[in-house]
Each structure stands twice: as structure tokens, then as C-alpha cells.
């Protein structure tokens, strides 16, 4: 991925990540406190505007999205699309689907976006067009203790590396894995597994020396998973601020341009007005932050 915009380092991460309150993680965002953009909303095809907006998402994926005590969605995309949704006179069903089968789901019409975050990258504007509303990296989990003494991804030459199934990360370990190779060892070995909480698991059952995934996962996760008991969160060196940071945005078919104009100026909206600046705050994700809705923004 080309990296667009500035990303602080996976470090000041997880310093913002200590704070994070067990009671600000499970409030989720009222689309009461969002009013309705009436430009925006012009935007809207006919169809979403009493049926909603059908959103796709891979969930647990914290902090981004996951279930609460009562298995409601919540996390920041939930609350982003929701506010997008509100911006525009209606609302987003958010429901739970496979991070490998979110394009499919798109193209069989089960479902209108797809907001997981969903890294904008070349290959997938192929297929989707995207809303780009997030900028992330990558960072690798290790166990407790960091038993393999891994100090980033130059030391998993031979190691198996976890990764969660169609997700950008993929790439990076088989770029790894070409670079351990021309150094004349042996290559890193990709263990794609189908969610977040399998790939953690395999760190934890030593099925994997790490778990490459999206630096605001990594953080939350480190600090939350067994009350920061399970997992370590190793600050490579080489890569300071995370491998290959770049833009996340709401994956929207290339062929479906109204519903791609209306997230636009509806997401634009929330952000002129304050919403997004709360609500990055409230998931302690201000290092994250892009300065504009815009369109496909990885070039």
C-alpha cells in the first residue's frame, strides 16, 4: 500500500489504548446527537432512504467493531456508519460477515458497503469503490514474555506468522518471506486463519510465533485480552510508526456511484461538524485520524 498520510507510532498507540474505559468501550453512539445533512441526503438513492443502509462487517474486530453484553454491534466503524447513515435521514443495519466473503456478499447484493476495516488498496478498487475515512498500519502480536525474542518481522525468517484471511497483512508476510528467502534463509510460513480470535488464539497456543494485524487491533488487543496478560506488542525498530500505514474507507460496488455520493458528502458532513474528531476520541483513535472524506485515496 502507498502511504498517503502521516501515522503516528504504533507506541503512541498504545499509550492512547491505557485509557480506555470499560464503560466508554460499551456505549455506543446515538444517532440522535447527528442531524441530518439536507444536501447530503438529496444524494441518497430512493431505495435506502426508508429501507436503510445494509452494512457488512467482520465482527469481533476490536475496537472497531464487536458485540456487547446484549450481542448489540458497537465499536467506531459501527458508530461511524451509524453516524454517516443519521447524516443522511437514515439508518445502517450493521450485520456480521467473514472478512473473505464482504466482496462476494457486495456483489450478491446481500448486503450495500462494507465497512470492516477494509484497507483502500489498488486490487480492491478493481471491485469496489471506497469512502476513505481512517488511516492504519500493521503490527505484530507476540505471547506474553515474547518467547521467540521477536523484535519485528525480520526476525520470523522459518517462523509461522498468523494473519487473518483476505486481509492486506497477507501480502506484507509474503513480502517478508521474499525478503528472508533473497537473504538465503528460510521463509516466513503465512498461517491465514478465518477471524481475529482464531489468529490470536494460535499465538497464545504456540501455533504461531505472531499475529501481524491492524495496529488499532493490536493495541486494544494487548491491553484488553486477558487483562494485558496474553499478548505483547513489538515496536520493530525498522518500522516505528507500523508496516505500511495507508487508508481504510467504506467499500461501496464501483457500479453503485449514488449510494458512493452520498456516503461522501454525508461522512464530509460529520466531519465538518465535530462528530468525527468526538468520535475518535471517544475510542481513543486520534492517531488514526484523515483530514477529508475522500474517494479512493490510494493511488
Not at 431505495?47 to 453484553?69: L, T
Request: with cysteine; hydrophobic share 45%.
Amino acid at each position: 500500500m502507498k502511504k498517503i498520510f502521516a501515522v503516528t507510532s504504533a507506541l503512541a498507540a498504545t499509550a492512547l489504548f491505557l485509557s480506555v474505559s470499560a464503560s466508554g468501550a460499551a456505549t455506543a453512539a446515538s444517532n440522535s446527537t447527528v442531524s441530518v445533512d439536507k444536501a447530503a441526503a438529496a444524494l441518497l438513492p430512493a431505495k435506502y432512504k426508508s429501507a436503510g443502509i445494509n452494512v457488512g462487517s467482520d465482527i469481533p474486530y476490536a475496537p472497531m467493531e464487536m458485540f456487547d453484553a446484549n450481542n448489540k454491534p458497537i465499536g467506531f466503524d459501527v458508530d461511524l456508519i451509524n453516524a454517516v447513515a443519521a447524516k443522511l435521514g437514515t439508518k445502517a443495519i450493521v450485520q456480521k460477515q467473514s472478512f473473505d466473503s464482504l466482496i462476494p456478499s457486495l456483489q450478491a447484493g446481500k448486503h450495500d458497503v462494507a465497512v470492516s476495516s477494509m484497507s483502500d488498496t489498488t486490487d480492491r478498487q478493481a471491485k469496489l469503490t471506497f469512502v476513505d475515512y481512517f488511516n492504519g498500519g500493521a503490527s505484530l502480536l507476540v505471547a506474553k514474555g515474547n518467547p521467540s525474542k521477536i523484535k519485528g518481522l525480520g526476525d520470523t525468517c522459518g517462523k509461522t506468522v498468523a494473519f487473518e484471511a483476505a486481509t492486506w497483512e497477507g501480502d506484507l508476510i509474503k513480502a517478508q518471506a521474499a525478503t528472508c528467502k533473497k537473504a538465503g534463509k528460510p521463509a516466513v510460513i503465512a498461517l491465514s486463519l478465518p477471524g481475529d480470535t482464531d489468529a490470536q488464539s494460535a499465538v497464545r497456543a504456540g501455533k504461531a510465533v505472531g499475529y501481524l494485524a491492524d495496529s488499532q487491533l493490536a493495541a486494544y488487543t494487548v491491553k484488553k485480552a486477558g487483562n494485558g496478560t496474553y499478548f505483547d506488542l513489538v515496536i520493530d525498530p525498522t518500522a516505528p510508526n507500523g508496516y505500511e500505514s495507508g487508508l481504510i474507507g467504506i467499500g461501496v460496488l464501483k457500479s453503485n456511484t449514488g449510494l458512493v455520493k452520498a456516503i461522501q458528502a454525508g461522512l464530509q458532513s460529520f466531519m465538518n461538524d465535530g462528530g468525527y474528531d468526538k468520535l475518535l476520541a471517544k475510542w481513543n483513535l486520534e492517531s488514526f485520524k484523515v483530514p477529508s472524506a475522500t474517494v479512493n485515496g490510494t493511488k
